[in-house]
Each structure stands twice: as structure tokens, then as C-alpha cells.
């Protein structure tokens, strides 16, 4: 009874010890040098990100804040290419120095339409 529990321990003890040191590679990651010139082409060649990205708009109290590409910003201070002029409900607005203004938006365009109302179901009384 001994010698098959010393067994068994030593098999199971060479399986993990095995189990350890295989190379086992991700099945979900392609096998290397697949597809690296296109890769890096696609990488080069792709559009950057737009700039600055507001994340949160704070309107309560005397001074409003945002926080753009997670800096905390208000009215007055220096920003990308000019200096926030103001914030409001829909973003934070960027004066420049040609004297244009341009709005960061917090939330994107978005283009609603009405959802269709299905008929409604018959009911027949039998």
C-alpha cells in the first residue's frame, strides 16, 4: 500500500515538475514573425489621436473646472494653443491667439432618431 502511494506521489510530483518547465505558448497570440511587416506598416501609417480629450466638467460654484487629458483646468489658464476662455455644459471653449475660439466637446455629436413603435398586438377575445 506504500509503495503505490510512493508512486503515485512521485508520478503526480514528475507531472507538475514537467508541467513547470514546458513551453507552453498562448493559443491566442499568433506564432512569431506572422503578419510583422504589415503590422508595422498599419502602425506608421495610422491617424494620430485627436489632441486633448475632456474627460469631466465640474459647473458647480463660482469657478468652473474641467479636466482635460487629466489635467484640472479653468478659465484663464494656458491650454494647448491658447487659453480656456470658458466652460460650460458642452466642453470647455480654447481662445486663441488669432483671436478664434474652438470648443473642446465633452460629449460627441450625436445624431437621434425616434425609435420605431412596433403595432400593437391584436388582442382577440375568444
Known amino acids: 500500500m506504500a509503495d503505490c502511494l510512493n508512486a503515485a506521489a512521485l508520478f503526480f510530483a514528475l507531472t507538475l515538475i514537467g508541467a513547470a518547465h514546458a513551453d507552453i505558448a498562448d493559443p491566442t497570440r499568433p506564432p ?3 503578419a510583422e511587416p504589415e503590422l508595422a506598416s498599419i502602425g506608421a ?4 489621436a485627436p ?3 475632456v474627460s469631466s466638467l465640474f459647473l458647480m460654484g463660482d469657478r468652473p473646472y474641467a479636466v482635460v487629458d487629466g489635467q484640472i483646468v479653468r ?3 494656458p491650454l494647448a494653443d491658447g487659453r480656456v476662455a470658458g466652460i460650460d455644459a458642452r466642453g ?3 481662445a486663441r491667439p488669432d483671436k478664434s475660439k474652438r470648443l473642446l466637446k465633452w460629449l460627441p455629436e450625436v445624431n437621434k432618431t425616434p425609435a420605431r413603435t412596433p403595432p400593437r398586438a ?3 377575445k375568444k
Open 92 to 94: 470647455v471653449w480654447i
Open 32 to 34: 512569431a514573425g506572422y
Open 45 to 48: 501609417n495610422s491617424p494620430k
Open 122 to 124: 391584436r388582442m382577440e
Open 51 to 53: 489632441g486633448l480629450n
Open 75 to 77: 478659465p484663464g489658464d
